[in-house]
Antibody
Framework: EVQLVESGGGLVKPGGSLRLSCAAS????????MNWVRQAPGKGLEWVSY????????YYADSVKGRFTISRDNAKNSLYLQMNSLRAEDTAVYYC????????????????WGLGTLVTVSS | QSALTQPPSASGSPGQSVSISCTGT???????VSWYQHHPGKAPKLMIS???KRPSGVPDRFSGSKSGNTASLTVSGLQAEDEADYYC??????????FGGGTKLTVL
């Protein structure tokens, strides 16, 4: 069974940093592209970032470009999101999401999602 | 990239059918259109991929279609557990991903 478990969320002051993690199990992690998607309180889903299976292709939403860094460790079956220069508008539940099919290197709608971790940016 | 456009709400009585639309230029260009069901506090669940494909375990009451720049999710034989938020999403060809604003489906 595919499992994605996010962690690392919490309360941080504006301008601060946070590192999110996503632990993957139940599939061969190194074969799948991964995404971070967020949902602000009362709002819809917003794609944040994508990383291809071997980290060769990395993409970001304009709203986080230059501030967030996605990475992965295939040996540890883990996905990460380093978030710097955080703003109030970054407050959201952050979801880790896996591609439906292996070997994709373009950003297509994901197939599996975790439960998310809440990030609150407030003074 | 502009978000996809969905109606904010939809409703139907148990046993009825309801359709939710999703409009955007990327939908007219590509066939990577997916639909998600999201109950608050739970993980979003893939209901339809590639416009019409239903993943294993998704009831056949859920179906997807596309015409021009508009994709649709149809839920037939509405059940109480279908009450949730539904989101569409599409490949854009521009190294990003777009989602619709979400539709709250109410089972009356």
């Amino acid at each position: 069974e595919v499992q994605l478990v996010e962690s690392g969320g919490g309360l941080v002051k504006p301008g601060g940093s946070l590192r999110l993690s996503c632990a993957a199990s139940g599939f061969t992690f190194s074969l799948y592209g991964m995404n971070w998607v967020r949902q602000a309180p009362g709002k819809g889903l917003e794609w944040v970032s994508y990383i291809s299976p071997t980290s060769s292709y990395i993409y970001y939403a304009d709203s986080v470009k230059g501030r967030f860094t996605i990475s992965r460790d295939n040996a540890k079956n883990s996905l990460y999101l380093q978030m710097n220069s955080l703003r109030a508008e970054d407050t959201a539940v952050y979801y880790c999401a896996r591609d439906s099919d292996p070997g994709m290197v373009v950003v297509i709608p994901p197939g599996y999602w975790g439960l998310g971790t809440l990030v609150t940016v407030s003074s | 990239q502009s978000a996809l456009t969905q109606p904010p709400s939809a409703s139907g009585s148990p046993g009825q059918s309801v359709s939710i639309s999703c409009t955007g230029t990327s939908i007219g260009t590509y066939n990577y259109v997916s639909w998600y069901q999201h109950h608050p506090g739970k993980a979003p669940k893939l209901m339809i991929s590639e416009v019409t494909k239903r993943p294993s375990g998704v009831p056949d009451r859920f179906s997807g279609s596309k015409s021009g720049n508009t994709a649709s999710l149809t839920v037939s034989g509405l059940q109480a557990e279908d009450e949730a938020d539904y989101y569409c999403s599409s490949y854009t060809g521009n190294k990003d991903l777009v989602f619709g604003g979400g539709t709250k489906l109410t089972v009356l």
